[in-house]
C-alpha cells in the first residue's frame, strides 16, 4: 500500500504548478479559457487539499493501531511469560508439598528404631485384611512374636545394646516375609506379622524358619563376645467375621502358652 511518503500529495502535483504558471502569465490573461481554467484549478486545489488530508489521518490511525497492536504482544507475551513461571513456581510447590506429605505419612507408620512399620499401621493394615475377609472369605495368619529373656539382655549389656538386638530381630524378620506380607513392631520387644492369604499350616512353616534364623544370629556385643537370642510365637488364622481385637487377643493367647511352655517356640491356635 502506497503511503504519504510514496505520494507526496503535500506538495502540489507538478501538473497544477504548471496550470498556475499559465494563470498568472500576463499574455494570457483575456483567453477566454482563463476563467474557467481558474475554477478547474481551484477545484483540483482543493480536492488536492481533502486528499492530502485525508491520507494524513489515515496514515496517523494506521501508525498508532500498528503501534497499539505491538504494545497489545508485547503485553500478551509477557502476561503469558509470567503465568508460565507462576505455572512453574506452583509445580514447584505442589511438589515439594506432596514430597513433604509423602515423608510425613511415611514418618507416621514407621517405627523409629528398627524401620519397620508401626502399630498404627499394623493396625491399620488388621482392619483393611479383616475386612477384606469379611466379603471375600479370604483368610490371613496372624503372628505375635515377642523376643525372649529381653530384659535380662538389657541388663546384662546395656539399653543401646539392647536396640541393636532389636534392629537385628527387625531384619531377621523383614527378610523373611514374602512381598505381601507385613511386618513391624508392636511395642517394646514385640513385634507382629499379617500375612495375607496364608493357612494357619503355611504361616507356621514360614514363621519356624523365622526362629531358625535368628536362632544363628550372633549380635555384637564387645570384643570377640555375640549375644544369641530366641524368640517365641503366637500363630493364629483369621476367622472370618471377627473382628480383628479377637484374631489379635488369640495370637496374643497363643504367645502367653509359647511363653509358659518353655519360650523359643510358635504355638498355633
Ligand atoms: N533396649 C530396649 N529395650 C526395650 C525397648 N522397649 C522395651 N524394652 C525392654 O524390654 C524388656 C521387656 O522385658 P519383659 O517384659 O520382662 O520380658 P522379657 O525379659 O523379654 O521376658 P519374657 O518376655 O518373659 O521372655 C524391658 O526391660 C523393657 O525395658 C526398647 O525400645 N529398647
Known amino acids: ?64 493501531s500498528q503501534s497499539r497492536a505491538e504494545d497489545l504482544n508485547a503485553q500478551f507475551d509477557r502476561h503469558v511469560r509470567r503465568l508460565e513461571k507462576l505455572a512453574r513456581i506452583s509445580d514447584r510447590y505442589q511438589n515439594s508439598l506432596r514430597e513433604v506429605s509423602e515423608s510425613l505419612r511415611e514418618a507416621s507408620i514407621t517405627d523409629a528404631l528398627t524401620g519397620l512399620r508401626n502399630r498404627r499401621y499394623l493396625m491399620e493394615r488388621l482392619r483393611e485384611e479383616s475386612g477384606l475377609g469379611k466379603r471375600s472369605a479370604q483368610v490371613y495368619a496372624l503372628a505375635m512374636v515377642d523376643v525372649d529373656r529381653f530384659k535380662a539382655i538389657n541388663d546384662r549389656f546395656g539399653h543401646e545394646t539392647g536396640d541393636v538386638v532389636l534392629h537385628r530381630i527387625a531384619g531377621a524378620l523383614h527378610g523373611a516375609i514374602r512381598e505381601y506380607d507385613i511386618c513391624g513392631r508392636w511395642g517394646g520387644e514385640e513385634f507382629l506379622l499379617i500375612l495375607p492369604g496364608t493357612r494357619l499350616a503355611d504361616g507356621r512353616e514360614l514363621i519356624e524358619r523365622v526362629h531358625a534364623q535368628i536362632r544363628h544370629l550372633s549380635i555384637d556385643a564387645g570384643p570377640g563376645y555375640g549375644i544369641q537370642v530366641s524368640i517365641s510365637t503366637g500363630l493364629t488364622e483369621y476367622r472370618p467375621g471377627e473382628a480383628p481385637t479377637h484374631t489379635l487377643a488369640r495370637a496374643d493367647a497363643a504367645l502367653l502358652q509359647a511363653k509358659e511352655s518353655g519360650r523359643d517356640r510358635v504355638v498355633a491356635i
Open 1 to 64: 500500500m502506497n503511503t504519504a511518503a510514496d505520494t507526496p500529495l503535500s506538495s502540489t502535483p507538478p501538473l497544477l504548478d504548471e496550470i498556475r504558471a499559465l494563470l498568472d502569465d500576463p499574455t494570457l490573461r483575456d483567453d477566454p479559457l482563463h476563467a474557467p481554467l481558474t475554477r478547474l484549478y481551484a477545484l483540483a486545489c482543493d480536492q488536492h487539499e481533502r486528499m492530502a488530508r485525508l491520507i494524513r489521518i489515515s496514515d496517523g490511525y494506521h501508525g498508532w
